[in-house]
């Protein structure tokens, strides 16, 4: 099974290094207030050790192209649960001013056990 | 019509004869517990999910039989909750998601691949044990006092209802494992065990259909999982994020519930689909108008279907910007199903018919799923929506696609591949009447529920107003048809077996690969590995006085 | 395993210590068999993901509803120990991988060590992850004992949730909204990922039996890949958790 990439030793060494100054550095920002970046910064230490995780401990960057497209895909997929949640979460509120001044209120309305007999 | 085959006695020594097929391979209860063969894992899910499915037609039954009179005819109200949900929660998990995966394509994908069995057969079995794990655990819910919250657990009713829910949330997770696995093993075995010359183009649409299918149900079932995990853990410990008196919040769990049970009902409906696209093509005679539009038109339903679960939310709460959004995105699901609906129908135009009964079938969900897939956009329609929410508009339309497409795609597939499966033709008089009286009785049921939905009868209630009885009253009578129908179908097929009228090799003139193989196929499929040199649909070579095509 | 006279594929030992591999029947080809797993596995890791993502949502939902409380809260944990957890998972996903770079080069004894080393790691998180539960549990955050017992609907109290020090209140003494929530979300999440890792340790000791017998070698190592992957999946989700739940941003 020649065709298989077997990776040194030596590259394997340098990303573990990597990861662990990546993880102080995340324990470092942390001390220090970016205010609302404060989530970004920390998300992006994160992505970028997570993708060295995946694309040399777990050999993606060497795995086929299917492979590859799998488990990212995995990621856009869980980013439409992200995204249009919040989507909601974030207009709910713009949402109630909205309804307060706006709605109609039908007076004429009845419950439908009212309407029994009529 | 058996004078030209040698043995047909299954009782005499003459049998012996016979070549070796999956069923009669071997023997004893392991030979089937602890099989690796998809034929013999897709006949056990076959087997399974019909109980299944008569377990939730019973309940049904049930529901509307109490429906009679409009303050009840059978059950309290607290009894009518649970008989509800069991019927809805059986149908949906138990039923519909593994039905058309687990059994017709577990036996049929990889034939129609040209392979000699699913790339993880120890994984299909696994997958085949969740499923019944997951089945034993509803039935144990049943028994542990039963749950009346509806298939969709919504929370906080979930929450704080004094019911067997916890039993229930691990089957319903375990059974999404089961699904998972299906759709993973078929993802694998389409990439990497195509027969020589089986190009993605020359895939049967059926595979086209479960490969998308697959794609959701490794995408979408996990966040199911979670889901009813997290339902779970509410019950056992308060995590409080989906419970508003410890400050979370009802709509997440909605929104992570939709999340998955927008695309199932792709999960369920994309391989009825694939059923419909073979059939059409083989009773027709003529190759599918539109093919790699069907095939990508399934992808694009998948895809879709990731962006529209927001349209069971109208009411529910959510931001109505988010709300507008979910509505229009719901119209582009309308596109490519029409593609297919349309492409089906350019396919029958002009063909050579064949009504045989799995055609007969397949016209019957033409006509039900064009009412059901119309009747959704209507659905769509965000203002439209808030008059018909939770009505009885919504349950007739989800049953016309359900019940009236999907199980009737399964229907029609099971009276397709019957031959091929068993070796054995059933009675195909009474397969034509049973058809009709399954089509009558459908409609019978569901077009009453159109009408009294549209006019505001609430969906789930134990009682109503007596102004909607004869339209409860007409979808009663309804359902009976509808059950003798389906009881009709159940012994001709049943009695298929014992008769042993033996089939043709390739009974409706099929030339894709699954017809070539022996009927019923050996252990590993094929007696020399299949060679595709045609491409897909094409009957120019089918010799019609021996329906083989000619062997490569 | 054939059934009816087909010839099966093997892959012949490199060694004497080294066992041959026979290719399952329905395959036509190593690499078939080899691609096939490979890209279930994945298709598996990919549903991990998403079951993770479940959590994660939640994490992000509540802590945009609730900013101070998760604040806080991430302030109760000691992010000393989760560093220093992260570092060991980090390290044991390095051995992992050089196990795995281990099988591939046929070197037996030493796919064992860096194995055995591994689950060593998997050990000493599990035991920091102890003293981390134990920690909540005598403060009062997270009470174990307590943790299936109902909810008061009277007063509102959660039985797990009784906060000795008076941790979870704002500046002028108030209880903080629904100060359970970032406790029950962390326990939720690292209990899951817990679990994962106590798999992923068992999965490992599995793979060391195999290796030990010399089933694992240049030609057949597959077992060896997918476990490893498992393993830095386990560690790719703490590589999230570890800032969102310790240093809460
Ligand atoms: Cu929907």
């Known amino acids: 099974m020649g065709h298989h990439h077997v990776s040194s030793s030596a590259m394997f060494f340098n990303v573990l290094v990597a990861l662990l100054i990546l993880t102080g550095i995340t324990v470092g920002t942390s001390r220090i207030d970016f205010g609302a970046a404060n989530m970004m910064i920390a998300m992006a230490i994160a992505s970028v050790k997570a993708s060295l995780v995946m694309a040399f401990f777990m050999h993606l960057k060497w795995d086929t192209a299917i492979n590859k497209i799998i488990f990212l895909s995995s990621f856009l997929f869980l980013s439409l649960l992200f995204i249009f949640t919040f989507a909601d979460h974030a207009t709910r509120r713009m949402d109630t001013q909205w309804h307060v001044t706006k709605a109609p209120v039908d007076k004429q309305w009845v419950h439908p056990s009212q309407l029994v007999g009529k | 019509m058996t004078t030209n085959v040698p043995a047909v006695d299954v009782h005499g020594a003459a049998a012996e004869a016979r070549p070796k097929n999956f069923i009669n391979w071997s023997s004893g209860f392991m030979s089937w517990a602890g099989t690796l063969d998809h034929k013999r894992i897709g006949l056990m899910y076959l087997v399974g999910v019909s109980i299944a499915f008569l377990c939730g037609g019973l309940f049904a039954l049930l529901v509307r039989l109490h429906l009679w009179e409009p303050n009840g005819a059978l059950f309290s109200n607290a009894q009518y909750n649970q008989i509800f949900t069991l019927h809805g929660a059986f149908m949906v998990f138990i039923f519909v998601i593994p039905a058309i995966p687990g059994s017709l394509g577990n036996i049929i994908l990889p034939l129609m691949l040209g392979a000699k069995d699913v790339a993880l057969p120890r994984l299909n079995l696994l997958s085949f044990y969740l499923w019944l794990t997951g089945a034993v655990l509803a039935t144990l819910a049943i028994v542990l006092g039963g749950f009346d919250t509806g298939w969709t657990f919504y929370t906080p009713y979930s929450l704080y209802t004094n019911q067997a829910v916890v039993t229930i949330g691990l089957a319903v997770f375990v059974l999404g494992f089961s699904s998972i696995f299906t759709g993973l093993n078929f993802i694998v075995t389409t990439h990497k065990l195509r027969a020589p010359g089986m190009t993605w183009f020359r895939m049967p649409l059926f595979v086209w259909a479960l490969y998308a299918t697959s794609l959701l149900q490794v995408l979408a079932t996990p966040v199911l999982g979670i889901t009813v995990l997290l339902v779970a853990f509410e019950r056992l410990y308060h995590i409080g994020i989906f419970d508003p008196r410890l400050g979370g919040d009802p709509v997440l769990f909605e929104h992570f519930f939709w999340f998955y049970s927008h695309p199932a009902v792709y999960i369920m409906v994309l391989p009825a689909f694939g059923i419909i696209s073979e059939l059409v093509s083989v009773h027709s005679r003529k190759p599918l108008f539109g093919y790699k539009l069907i095939a990508f038109s399934s992808l694009a339903i998948a895809i879709i279907s990731f962006l529209v679960w927001g349209h069971h939310m109208f009411t529910s709460g959510q931001s109505t910007y988010a709300m507008f959004a979910f509505s229009f995105l719901t119209f582009f699901v309308a596109i490519p199903t029409a593609i297919k609906e349309f492409s089906w129908v350019a396919t029958v135009w002009k063909g050579s018919i064949a009504l045989n009964s799995p055609m007969l079938y397949t016209l019957a969900f033409l006509v039900i799923f064009a009412i059901g897939g119309l009747t959704g956009v209507i659905l769509g329609a965000l203002n439209v929506d808030i008059h018909l929410h939770d009505t009885y508009f919504v349950v007739a339309h989800f049953h016309y696609v359900m019940m009236g497409s999907i199980a009737l795609a399964f229907f029609a597939g099971v009276h397709h591949w019957w031959p091929k499966m068993f070796g054995v033709i059933y009675n195909e008089t009474l397969a034509k009447i049973a058809c009709g009286i399954i089509f009558i009785g459908f409609n019978t049921t569901f077009i009453p529920q159109f009408i009294m939905g549209s006019r505001g009868m609430p969906r789930r209630y134990a009682t109503y107003v007596p102004e909607y009885a004869p339209f409860h009253q007409a979808s009663t009578i309804g359902v009976i048809i509808l059950a003798v129908g389906i009881a009709l179908m159940v012994y001709y097929l049943v009695a298929s077996l014992f008769q042993r009228k033996k089939a043709m090799e390739n009974q409706w003139g099929g030339v894709t690969l699954e017809w070539l193989a022996p009927t019923p196929p050996p252990l590993e499929n094929f007696n020399e590995p299949p060679v595709v040199t045609n491409e897909v649909y094409d009957y120019s070579t089918l010799d019609l006085q021996t329906m083989r095509t000619p062997v490569k | ?249």
């Open chain 3, 1 to 249: 395993m054939s059934h009816d006279g087909h010839h099966s594929v093997v892959i012949p030992a490199p060694g004497p210590e080294f066992q041959a591999h026979t290719v399952a029947h329905h395959f036509d080809t190593p690499v078939q068999e080899f691609q096939s797993a490979k890209l279930g596995f994945w298709l598996f890791l990919a549903t991990e993901i998403l079951l993770f993502g479940g959590l994660f949502a939640a994490y992000f939902y509540f802590h945009e509803v609730y900013p101070e409380t998760f604040r806080l809260g991430g302030q109760q944990l000691s992010w000393k120990l989760g560093a220093l957890n992260t570092s060991v998972l980090l390290l044991s996903s390095w051995t992992m991988a050089m196990g795995v770079r281990c099988a591939q080069t046929s070197q037996k004894s030493k796919l064992l060590m860096y194995c055995g080393l591994t689950v060593l790691g998997a050990a000493i998180f599990m035991v920091i992850k102890f003293i981390e539960y134990k920690a909540k549990n005598d403060h009062g955050l997270v009470v174990f004992s307590e943790l299936f017992s109902p909810y008061n609907e009277a007063t509102g109290q959660l039985a797990w949730f009784k906060d000795y020090h008076n941790a979870m209140v704002d500046k002028a003494g108030v209880p903080l909204p629904h100060g359970h929530l970032f406790f029950a979300i962390y326990l939720t999440m690292t209990a899951i990922h817990g679990l994962h890792v106590v798999i992923g340790a068992g999965l490992i000791l599995w793979v060391m039996k195999g290796a030990a017998k010399g089933r694992f070698h240049a030609g057949y190592y597959l077992p060896v890949d997918l476990v490893g992957l498992y393993w830095h999946l386990v560690d790719l989700i703490w590589i999230f958790l570890f800032p969102l739940l310790y240093l809460v941003p």
